[in-house]
């Protein structure tokens, strides 16, 4: 993920959210590249954001609804995750054609 990549998916995300969210983009080892928390998100928010932007970078899943889906409510598939990982929705990962380069998550809004 580039820096230019990351700043277009927030500035597009800022465009387009229907409320105040925060907005975190991140590499494939879930490392932030570009974030943003919009004036009126709540702070925590952006921790929020982070941990779906981290999860659907760092797992084999392409959204964190996908991860949730695949886990259900198995106890030990939830207990072996990353204590980073998020199951909540709002995270998901970023191609460059076949490649995955990073992901993006957002928070601040009921998830759809």
Do not use: C, W
């Not at 974030?35 to 929020?48: C, I, P, S, V």
């Amino acid at each position: 993920m580039k820096e230019a990549q990351a700043h277009a998916i927030v500035a597009a995300v800022r465009e387009s959210a229907a409320g105040s969210v925060s907005v975190v983009v991140v590499d494939t080892h879930g490392e932030i590249v570009g974030a943003a928390r919009m004036d009126a998100a709540a702070l925590d928010t952006f921790e929020n954001a982070r941990r779906k932007a981290y999860t659907a970078a760092r797992s084999d899943a392409t959204t964190t609804r996908s991860l949730a889906e695949k886990v259900g409510a198995i106890p030990t598939e939830l207990a072996s995750f990353d204590p980073q990982f998020s199951f909540f929705l709002g995270g998901v990962a970023v191609f460059d054609g076949a490649e995955r380069i990073g992901a993006v998550g957002v928070s601040g809004l009921p998830g759809e």
